[in-house]
Structure formats: structure tokens, C-alpha cells
């Protein structure tokens, strides 16, 4: 059975990292014998520049129908005058929707010889390996929202956090099944000493334990997790949470390595799901062939794990990335002062070489 991934590079250094990630998709797919076919599509500043609108309808069709979806990054200050409709992020929005995505998963893991990026101490940071799974679709961010006057004159402002049980179970059984995959220690992150969409969340959670005797469940809340991830990140594995929580701590999360050019997510829905490292398009370097592609590169991973159920393959890349990093292969933004730097190019190359 062939796999068929649709590319979409978008803005900026986009083009560069997934240049690089289809030639490690390539070389590995050819190793474990299966073959794969890609196809370009336009979206964020790119397709506005050549369509007028950042998510063309080619690129929509083209997306549902593929087996998998990898995005470069979208924007850049060429595009930020435009109406919000018309921005890059617009594409990035109407993509998401149109897939249906409904949990983002972001992996962070300390590497050995990267600690001293780290704003945490290393001892600390060294402890570093864990996944959050953020619900993507629901909560306070889509949720009624009403802005009105009282009678005395104040303004006033309100946001619901609404979710359906299905919701909720569907985000959450995605993180059963990652735990399972990992060191079967799943952390659910809510409110429920205060919010009742949290105390729905967590009796959930308990009701679906059951089905899942081998990972085992804790319940933390939120400020709790906020504050033992700086202090001792090694209490978590994977964390399951929804939208508005999880958009703070995977963010938290993402800094305890230091290096954003590493960091690779997945946004998975019932259909394709969408791989994307998760800095932006680094307009600042764009063109200069120097971009850290490994982001790209561990989302691609993320791909064959989660896309296409071919987990040896995804450790494989995982495995040359962290042999190359061992080996003190570095592009800028992870170089020290005094260390040699690697351009993109030479860095997929590495990568490659250790596959
Ligand atoms: P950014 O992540 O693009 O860049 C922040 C800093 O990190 C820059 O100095 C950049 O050079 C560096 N950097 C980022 N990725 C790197 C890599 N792979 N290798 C080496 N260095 C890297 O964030 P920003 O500057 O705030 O945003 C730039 C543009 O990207 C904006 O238009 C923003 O809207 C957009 N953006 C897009 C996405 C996305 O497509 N998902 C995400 C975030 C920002």
C-alpha cells in the first residue's frame, strides 16, 4: 500500500526544512519498503501572492484526500496588513478545520548534550521527556461569547467553556493510546476543585481507566502542573488536557529545552493528520539556507507513528537525530559560541548518514 503526503511549505524557511524531511521520509520509507508519493500544495502568504487567498480550494481538496499532511510553517511581515481573512494564519485555521483535527500533540525531550540551552537547571532539564496532548477544537475558545453593558454602564465580558462528552473522550482516549506507546503514565490535567466541564473531564478520565489497565491514570490540577513541570518534569509522561490549558503548559513545556528549531507536533483528527514543527517561518533567515530542520524532520517521525503505524521507522528518525546531536552536529540556534555550524543542507545530510 502506498502512502501518499501532501506537502505544504508555505512562508519563509518553510520550504528549506521540508525539502529536507522528504529526503529523510524517502530514504526511510526505501529502507522498511514502502513506497510513498508526495504532492506540493500552496497555503499562507505563498498562496495568497499566486491565488489570493491563503487556503486555495486545490489545497483543500487536496488535503482531505491525502494519507498524511506536512506543513512547513505560514507567514511573515510581507502579509501582516492584510484583513484577517486574508492573513497566512487564516490558511493555517481553515486547514486545521477542514481536517477536523481535534488533538495536538507536542513531544519535548531534553537532549543530553543540548541541557546548557535549557532555562531550567540541568539536572533538572535532563529529566525532560514528556508529551502533551492538547484538545484542539472545543473549550472557552469556541464556547458562546457575549460583550454587553450592565444598567449601571460597566461593561461586561463572558466566555464559555462548553464541552460535549465526546469531546472529551475521543481527545482523551488519544492520550491512552499514546501513553501505551510510551511509559503508559498518563496525566490528566484539569480544574475540578472549581470548573464543571473540569469535574466532567476528570469523571471520564476515571470511567475510561478501566479500559486501559496497563497505563497508569493520576488527575493533576492545572497550577499544580504548571508549577511541576519547571520543578520536576520527570512526574509526567503524557498529559492529556483541554484546549485553553493545554495551549498554556504545551507552550510552558516547549521552553524547558531551549531550542524551538527541535520541536515537532501532530494534529490528529478521524482523518489525515497534520505534522508541523512548531516554530513559524523565521523570516529573519529565511533564504540563507541555514534553518535548523529538525523540527520538520521529528514531525515527520510523528508521521509514520501516528499516520501510517510504522513505529520502528518513526524511532529510526528519532534515533539519527539524537545520534547527530550526540555527535555535536549543530545549526545556529543551537551552536555555542566557538562550535562549527552546519547549514540545513548539511545537517539532512547527518541526519541521513545515521538513519
Ligand atoms: P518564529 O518561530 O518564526 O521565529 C522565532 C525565532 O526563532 C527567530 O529568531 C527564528 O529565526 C528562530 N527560529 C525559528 N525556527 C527556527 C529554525 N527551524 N531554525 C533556526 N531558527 C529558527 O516566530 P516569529 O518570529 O514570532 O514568527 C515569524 C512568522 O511566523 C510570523 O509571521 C508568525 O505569524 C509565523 N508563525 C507561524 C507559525 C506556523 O506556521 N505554525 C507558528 C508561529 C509563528
Same mark, same amino acid.
Given at each position: ?20 524531511s ?7 520509507m526505501?529502507?522498511e519498503g514502502?513506497?510513498?508519493t ?7 502568504g ?10 486555495p ?7 482531505v484526500?491525502?494519507?498524511a499532511?506536512l506543513?512547513?510553517?505560514v507567514?511573515?511581515p510581507?502579509?501582516?496588513q ?9 490558511g493555517?485555521?481553515?486547514?486545521r478545520?477542514?481536517?477536523? %483535527? ?6 519535548v525531550?531534553?537532549y543530553?548534550e543540548l ?8 539536572? %533538572?532539564?535532563?529529566q ?11 473549550? %472557552?475558545?469556541?464556547?458562546e461569547?457575549e460583550?454587553? &453593558? ?5 461593561r ?15 481527545v ?7 501513553a501505551?506507546l510510551?511509559q503508559?503514565r498518563?496525566t ?22 478501566g ?20 520543578? &520536576?518534569p520527570?512526574r509526567?509522561d503524557v ?11 504545551s ?5 524547558l ?28 533567515i ?11 524532520i521529528?514531525s ?9 503505524n510504522m513505529?520502528t521507522a518513526?524511532?529510526?528518525?528519532e534515533?539519527?537525530v ?7 552536529a549543530?545549526?545556529k540556534d543551537?551552536a ?20
Amino acid at each position: 500500500m502506498s502512502h501518499h503526503i501532501v506537502l505544504l511549505p508555505g512562508d519563509g524557511i518553510g520550504p528549506d526544512i521540508i525539502q529536507s524531511s522528504v529526503k529523510v521520509i524517502e530514504r526511510v520509507m526505501a529502507l522498511e519498503g514502502q513506497p510513498v508519493t508526495f504532492s506540493e500544495h500552496l497555503l499562507g502568504g505563498v498562496a495568497i501572492d499566486q491565488t489570493g487567498v491563503p487556503l486555495p480550494d486545490a489545497t483543500k481538496e487536496a488535503v482531505v484526500q491525502a494519507d498524511a499532511v506536512l506543513l512547513g510553517a505560514v507567514g511573515g511581515p510581507k502579509w501582516d496588513q492584510g484583513p484577517g481573512h486574508l492573513r497566512p494564519e487564516a490558511g493555517l485555521l481553515g486547514l486545521r478545520k477542514a481536517l477536523g %483535527v481535534y488533538a495536538n500533540l507536542r513531544p519535548v525531550k531534553a537532549y543530553q548534550e543540548l541541557l546548557g540551552a535549557s532555562p531550567l537547571r540541568e539536572d %533538572v532539564a535532563r529529566q525532560v521527556d514528556l508529551l502533551i496532548i492538547r484538545e484542539l477544537t472545543g473549550g %472557552v475558545y469556541f464556547g458562546e461569547r457575549e460583550r454587553g &453593558q450592565l444598567a449601571n454602564g460597566e461593561r461586561f465580558a463572558k466566555d464559555t467553556m462548553y464541552y460535549a462528552e465526546s469531546e472529551v473522550r475521543r481527545v482523551v482516549k488519544r492520550g491512552f493510546e499514546a501513553a501505551r506507546l510510551r511509559q503508559k503514565r498518563l496525566t490528566s490535567v484539569d480544574k475540578a476543585n472549581v470548573l464543571d466541564s473540569s469535574r466532567m473531564w476528570r469523571e471520564i478520565v476515571m470511567e475510561m481507566a478501566g479500559d486501559y489497565p496497563d497505563v497508569k491514570v493520576e488527575h493533576a490540577l492545572v497550577d499544580s502542573c504548571a508549577m511541576h513541570l519547571v520543578t &520536576q518534569p520527570e512526574r509526567f509522561d503524557v498529559v492529556v488536557t483541554e484546549n485553553l490549558f493545554g495551549d498554556i503548559l504545551s507552550d510552558e513545556a516547549a521552553v524547558l529545552t531551549g531550542s524551538i528549531g527541535l520541536l515537532p507536533s501532530a494534529s490528529l483528527g478521524e482523518g489525515p493528520g497534520l505534522y508541523e514543527p512548531i516554530h513559524g517561518s523565521a523570516p529573519d533567515i529565511a533564504g540563507l539556507g541555514i534553518a535548523n530542520p529538525l523540527g520538520t524532520i521529528l514531525s515527520s517521525a510523528l508521521m509514520l507513528r501516528y499516520s501510517f503505524n510504522m513505529e520502528t521507522a518513526a524511532k529510526r528518525i528519532e534515533d539519527a537525530v539524537a545520534a547527530v546531536l550526540a555527535n555535536g552536529a549543530r545549526t545556529k540556534d543551537i551552536a555555542r559560541p566557538g562550535e562549527q555550524v552546519l547549514s540545513t543542507d548539511a545537517m539532512t545530510e547527518a541526519v541521513l548518514a545515521n538513519l
